[in-house]
């Protein structure tokens, strides 16, 4: 057994793992095929072994099948594991159809949650993102009511503005906010991130490598079937020159004896200590690895590098995470 240095969500919050488990890939997402149950129940189980105890799902992956997946791997364990589920997100065979933030709507997705999870409590609970349908205040205002009732313990956002976060935290307070920060990724840099440390509130950072681009692996084109041709970021000279600048990140991983991958996480891990990179895992084999990488240290000199090679606004293009 590993263990795990831990964070503290919010001012007086909870203490969880540096590292987050991201369990969306466990489902079938966007009609793909659903991965091994049986290796992703023993993935979630072999992390909360090395003490990342910190489970992230939506009550949308694969329409309630994650928080199903999850309950079942938790059964027996309950108080190993830190729940994080958000709401809010709709969908129709598979495809994106809106938000539904209406208070009755979430009084409901929460009993189905907790059923699902076969659990009491939610740990952490958030909307997905906000589209200006309800107001802030009557969203959170919800969420609170749930923790007055018992079924939730922490309130978490995720997806919004600097604005929208500074209202939330205003109706009650805010443990965390989960948000998509990458080197490719710095928008959260100008307001949003400042404001979240103003406040106290800690950021569960996904999307650390941006859909692949800073793996490495990555090559141009890609396949004529690969979901990412849809973004501009992966599109024709777009793709050249972002694969350009991660060269940089290539050679320095080389240079100390780890990934990309690695490096990329460890940089998320190393912009302030109430920053959580949260990784989409759904096998065993990608967990060494990952605790291995909020271990790495940078120097000033590549820290500096870094930052300026991936200075916002040097990839061109955007994928889903532009705001």
């Known amino acids: 057994m590993k263990n795990i240095k831990q964070i503290q969500l919010g001012h007086d919050g909870p203490l969880v793992s540096s590292l987050g488990l991201g369990c969306m890939r466990m489902s079938s997402i966007w009609g793909g095929p659903t991965p091994d149950e049986s290796e992703s129940m023993a993935t979630i189980n072999q992390a909360l072994d090395f003490g990342i ?3 992230n799902t939506g009550d949308f992956y694969g ?7 999850i309950g079942k791997a938790i059964r027996g364990r309950r108080d190993d594991a830190f729940i994080s589920v958000k709401f809010g997100a709709i969908f129709h065979n598979g495809q994106w159809i809106g938000l539904d933030l209406r208070p009755n709507s979430i009084k409901n997705f929460i009993n189905y949650s907790l059923t699902r999870l076969g659990i009491d409590t939610i740990d952490l609970y958030q909307p997905s993102r906000m589209d200006n349908s309800v107001p802030v205040e009557e969203i959170i ?3 609170a009511d749930l923790v007055k009732e018992g079924k939730v313990r922490h309130i978490g956002v995720s997806e919004i503005t600097a604005e929208q ?7 009650y307070p805010i443990s965390a906010l989960e948000i998509g920060y990458s080197l490719a990724d710095r928008q959260i840099e100008d307001q949003l991130l400042p404001a979240a440390r103003a406040l106290g509130i800690a950021v569960v950072a996904f999307a650390n490598t941006a859909e692949g681009l800073l793996t490495g692996e990555m ?3 890609l396949s004529d079937n690969d979901y990412r041709n849809h973004f501009s970021r992966f599109q024709h000279e777009n793709l050249v020159h972002n694969l350009e600048k991660v060269a940089l ?3 320095l991983a080389s240079e100390k004896g780890c990934t990309p991958t690695q490096l990329a996480i460890a940089w998320v891990k190393q912009q302030g200590d109430q920053i959580m990179p949260l990784v989409s895992m759904s096998k065993r084999s990608r967990l060494p690895g990952n605790i291995a990488a909020t271990e790495i240290e940078f120097t000033t000199a590549e820290m500096s590098a870094l930052n300026t090679t991936f200075a916002i606004g040097a ?3 955007g994928t889903y995470l532009a705001r």
């Open 219 to 221: 090559t141009a084109p």
């Open 165 to 171: 976060l500074q209202k939330a935290h205003a109706v």
């Open 63 to 69: 329409a309630g099948h994650n928080e199903m997946l």
């Open 315 to 317: 990839i061109k293009g």
């Open 141 to 143: 205002g919800t969420v």
């Open 249 to 251: 990140l290539k050679q």
């Open 53 to 55: 105890n910190f489970l």
